[in-house]
């Protein structure tokens, strides 16, 4: 389509950069690796990666460990640390899933700056939508240990209060797609990648 022909911009125009926003429990962890695998860009779970940093006992995970235990949002500026960080990796250039990031609207203004700052921006927000009830019953299923029930619920309320606000944020820019979480997992994938689809089209 476009003029330029230098392979690192016709790859960077084909990438595909994704977020997945909905509340804890939504199946957001498991449609991103299903997505990761049919689009062949990696998925990026900033809760796994504080995970990993608590087990690893780093400098990250033992000054992220007790807030998450509490089902409390990091700071906002170690997150974008941590994200500005895996963004610029390798394997992220060809786009991306960020599963988990942003989590409110400072951390959405944080994404977009490093979003511009390479020239890129992101091409579509992904919503699951899931009924609260079905949300505690799979998180209490998924038996994590930060799943106590009333982490759950402090969880559930953060999201409502902090992260809810990003649906607003992203439909106003024009790039949000809502698709119905509380279908079985393969009807959710092919749900997201119609999405998908329909974002290429003129
Ligand atoms: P998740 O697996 O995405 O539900 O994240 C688990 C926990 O990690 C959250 O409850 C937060 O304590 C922390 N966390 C993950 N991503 C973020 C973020 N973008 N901002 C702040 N805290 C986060």
């Keep these: 389509m476009g003029d330029d022909s230098s392979p690192s911009k016709r790859r960077r125009n084909s990438a595909v950069r994704l977020l997945m926003v909905g509340p804890p429990g939504c199946g957001k962890g498991t449609q991103a690796a299903l997505l990761s695998e049919k689009l062949g860009i990696p998925a990026i779970s900033t809760g796994d990666m504080l995970r ?14 007790g807030i998450m235990s509490e089902g409390a949002l990091v700071d906002d500026e170690t997150m974008a640390q941590v994200v500005e960080d895996r963004l610029a990796a390798a394997d992220a250039q060809d786009g991306f899933i960020l599963d988990g990031y942003p989590r409110n609207l400072d951390q959405a203004e944080t994404l977009a700056g490093i979003l ?3 020239q890129e921006s992101l091409d579509a927000v992904l919503v699951l939508d899931v009924p609260q009830e079905e949300l505690v019953r799979r998180a209490l299923a998924r038996k994590r240990a930060d799943d106590k029930e009333e982490v759950i619920r402090e969880r559930l ?3 409502e209060e902090k992260t809810e606000p990003l649906i607003h944020y992203y439909r106003e820019r024009g790039i949000l797609r809502r698709v119905d979480g509380h279908l079985p997992v393969e009807q959710v994938t092919s749900r997201l990648l119609e999405a998908l689809s329909e974002l290429h089209k003129p």
Excluded: C, F, I, P
């Design 116 to 118: 511009d700052g390479a």
């Design 157 to 159: 309320r953060v999201y």
């Design 52 to 65: 990993q940093a608590v087990a690893a006992g780093s400098e990250l995970g033992q000054k992220v460990k």
